[in-house]
């Protein structure tokens, strides 16, 4: 009888990597909405605008890179 499949790391990391970019986009989207800022805004909005920069190319990474199978265990 064999286990069910385990999800892989791979999956793991591009559910994080998707769920902290979708977060970041929509902070970043909504403090863009507000007519004024504070200083403390404003360094969240600026935060939220990297995380988002630097979410959409790591999945486009993950999803351009090679996959490779995971290893089986007779």
């Known amino acids: 009888m064999k286990s069910p499949k385990t999800n892989s790391t ?24 507000q007519p004024t800022l504070t200083p403390a805004q404003d360094r969240i909005f600026d935060s939220a ?10 999945l486009l990474g993950l999803l351009s890179s090679p ?6 265990e007779t």
């Open 10 to 33: 791979f999956q793991y990391v591009f559910a994080a990597v998707l769920s902290l970019t979708l977060t970041s986009g929509g902070t970043a989207l909504h403090l863009s909405g």
């Open 67 to 72: 996959s490779q199978p995971d290893d089986e």
């Open 49 to 58: 605008i990297a995380l988002w920069t630097m979410g959409t190319t790591t």
